[in-house]
């Protein structure tokens, strides 16, 4: 399993440590969470942030935009030294102009759908969507539990597989060892956690998460 921290839950007094520590102990990106107050109610970092980051790893960094513009401020994230951002499909604006404008700059992008996104609705936007980040829990805070959506894990492998798509699927809120595992064997390829790593020896905790198989 590839794992993604998010450093949301990280200490940041000593960012670039812990970012060495996760890059040691075998994570395979990095994965910051960008909130704006509006899209989510809460707010943590912007550009600058990624910067900093970006001058501490050469791991890819994936970006998750909940943010309500994301057509306004994604070229700002990607010059901060993004690799991948990910957007919302509930963000109020064009997806498929936005996407279209993202490939004719060479940018890498992922889809992200809330808990209440039902896979069907966005099967169509997945030919040249390099991530399909299917969220478990409603965005806005790391720590909360874990709701189930192995369903839709299921049901997004198997459409990726039978249409020969290259679409990653990635899993975001609550992950821990148990809920990773059932993310895992519906056909997760990619866990983000931010709470479970942090909040006990990341070595431990990155190491358990990567052993998980399908
Ligand atoms: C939720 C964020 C998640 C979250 C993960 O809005 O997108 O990335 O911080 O936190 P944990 O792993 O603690 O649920
Ligand atoms: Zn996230």
Do not use: W
């Not at 169509?124 to 991530?131: N, P, Q, R, S, V």
């Not at 020969?164 to 895992?184: C, F, M, Q, R, Y």
Request: aromatic letters at 6%; a negative charge; proline letters at 4%.
């Amino acid at each position: 399993m590839l794992v993604s921290p998010s450093i949301i839950s990280s200490d940041l007094r000593v960012l670039q440590n812990q970012i060495e520590e996760c890059e040691r102990h075998g994570a395979a990106s990095f994965h910051l969470d960008v909130m704006d107050g509006h899209f989510v109610p809460n707010l943590t970092m912007g550009p600058d942030i990624v910067k900093a980051v970006r001058k501490s790893t050469e791991l890819p960094l994936e970006v998750h935009l909940m943010i309500d513009r994301p057509d306004r401020y994604y070229t700002k994230f990607a010059e901060s030294g993004s690799d991948i951002l990910l957007i919302h499909y509930e963000s109020p604006v064009n997806l498929r102009g936005l996407f279209n404008n993202m490939k004719n700059e060479g940018l890498k992008y992922g889809l992200v759908i809330n808990p209440g996104t039902e896979f069907r609705e966005v099967s169509d936007l997945l030919d040249g969507t390099e991530i399909l980040l299917i969220m478990s829990v409603h965005p806005g805070f790391s720590g909360q539990k874990f709701i189930d959506v192995t369903d839709k894990i299921s049901e997004a492998s198997a459409f990726i597989k039978d249409n020969g798509l290259g679409t990653k699927i990635e899993v975001d809120g609550g992950i821990n060892l148990e809920t990773g595992k059932k993310s895992a064997k519906a056909g997760a390829d990619i866990l983000v956690s931010a709470s479970y790593i942090f909040s006990g020896t990341i070595k431990e905790r990155i190491g358990s998460l990567k052993r998980l198989t399908r």
